[in-house]
């Protein structure tokens, strides 16, 4: 398997780790989950007579699971690794100034801007504007002992790392949540007797033979959309939904997808694991967080018609995927300078005609498994009205 992470790079990771307060990444994620959970018990659990318990363990290892147990399935645990939200909050630290240093020295977000005629959605600066009545609470608790203290601490950084921070831990949140609400636990088709808890972790669980390891992937698939649409639907309560914030949320995507790359092959395939290639995961999350998110806009009276606004999108989506992939070269890849990553190659026509099989592949299973998940769904209002407005993810004319 691939390890893609540079040996020196990696060095210097743990060497800042020591600079990473404990103290604050503990209280903000506590703050963050404290609230989801209660959320999640007030709105689905509760009603259904149930609990959700969210734990935070203390393990290095960059990992979520969540818990089911057949017997009472609205008795539920998600837990979430403090190494993982570790990473998570280094990169909502170290991405937003990196965004900004690199269009001051490279002409690659002019010649994107260039390309989508420089319209009114397009951006020249580093980050995006996130409007003052639009910023989260973290950063009215921090702007005044970060904002201005350097250069690295901008108005306009400060607030993407805020949002960045909660967005992406959210949507890890929202993953383990719909692995539960869609009561994945009875789709898995070798439980054996007695089994009282079944576990999704999100890494290192391999299956046992391609056709169960293509129904676990496209649970896996299920899961990052309803985690998407769930996603979109918490930043639109907390009144911190823009565009900018938006554009924020896709780029922590991408690194969590850069992130999650690491190990797999460059060769696009069902292969062994219960996870689908992260390559594939993104292309469904790119193409269902463009539909989602048009439809929301029409919903709010944003937009008047797809078409309307999902040039936009597309911008958002280009640009997102650009910029965590370079950031993620530069921070952490063995690459030569300037060199596309190997992620980033999945962004040209590299390998189309495996990764559009594979695709395919997953949606049928994915279809096919979606009789039940709308049957069992614990909410009403779930993620299956914005899949339903989704003839096929992926074009099957040729
Ligand atoms: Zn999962």
Request: charged share 25%; proline share 0%.
């Given at each position: 398997m691939p390890d893609r992470i540079s040996p020196e790079k990696q060095q210097r990771i743990d060497f800042e780790s020591q600079f990473i307060k404990f103290e604050m990444i503990d209280l903000l994620s506590k703050t963050i989950l404290d609230e989801l959970e209660c959320w999640a018990n007030e709105n689905i659990f509760k009603p259904l007579g149930g609990n959700l318990t969210v734990q935070r363990p203390l393990n290095e290892s960059v990992n979520a699971c969540a818990i089911a147990n057949p017997k009472r399935p609205?008795?539920?645990?998600?837990?979430?690794?403090?190494?993982?939200?570790?990473?998570?909050?280094?990169?909502?630290?170290v991405f937003p100034p990196f965004s900004e240093q690199f269009v001051k020295d490279s002409s690659n977000v002019a010649g994107l801007n260039a390309q989508f005629r420089n319209l009114g959605f397009t951006f020249g600066s580093g980050l995006p504007v996130i409007p003052r009545n639009k910023r989260n609470a973290f950063y009215f608790s921090f702007e005044e002992i970060y904002v201005g203290r350097n250069e690295r601490f901008t108005e306009d950084a400060t607030a993407c790392r805020c949002m960045y921070f909660e967005v992406a831990l959210a949507w890890v949140f929202f993953h383990e949540l719909s692995h539960l609400v869609q009561c994945h636990y009875k789709l898995k088709s070798q439980l054996s007797a007695g089994t009282d808890f079944i576990e999704f972790y999100e890494l290192n669980s391999s299956g046992s033979n391609s056709e169960e390891n293509s129904k676990e992937q496209s649970r896996e698939i299920l899961a990052d959309m309803e985690g998407i649409d769930l996603t979109l639907k918490y930043m639109i309560r907390k009144d911190i939904f823009s565009a900018g914030a938006l554009y924020i949320f896709m780029c922590a995507l991408g690194c969590l997808y850069n992130r999650f790359y690491n190990g797999y092959p460059e060769r696009i395939d069902i292969g062994q694991g219960s996870h689908p290639h992260p390559i594939i995961r993104h292309e469904f999350s790119v193409a269902f967080i463009a539909n989602a998110i048009s439809q929301k806009l029409i919903e709010m009276g944003y937009a008047k018609d797809k078409e309307n606004v999902g040039i936009a999108i597309v911008y958002l989506s280009v640009r997102a995927n650009l910029l965590s992939g370079i950031y993620w070269g530069w921070r952490y890849e063995d690459k030569e300078k300037g060199a596309l990553t190997?992620?980033?190659?999945?962004?040209?026509?590299?390998?189309?005609?495996?990764?559009?099989?594979?695709?395919?592949?997953?949606?049928?299973?994915?279809?096919?498994?979606?009789?039940?998940?709308?049957?069992?769904?614990?909410?009403?209002?779930?993620?299956?009205?914005?899949?339903?407005?989704?003839?096929?993810?992926?074009?099957?004319?040729?």
């Open positions: 609205v008795e539920a645990v998600i837990k979430i690794n403090m190494g993982m939200i570790r990473e998570i909050y280094r990169d909502s630290f190997s992620f980033m190659k999945y962004s040209t026509s590299h390998d189309h005609e495996s990764r559009r099989a594979c695709c395919l592949a997953l949606e049928v299973e994915m279809n096919m498994q979606l009789v039940t998940v709308a049957s069992n769904h614990l909410m009403r209002d779930n993620f299956l009205a914005s899949l339903s407005q989704m003839k096929s993810f992926f074009d099957q004319s040729d």
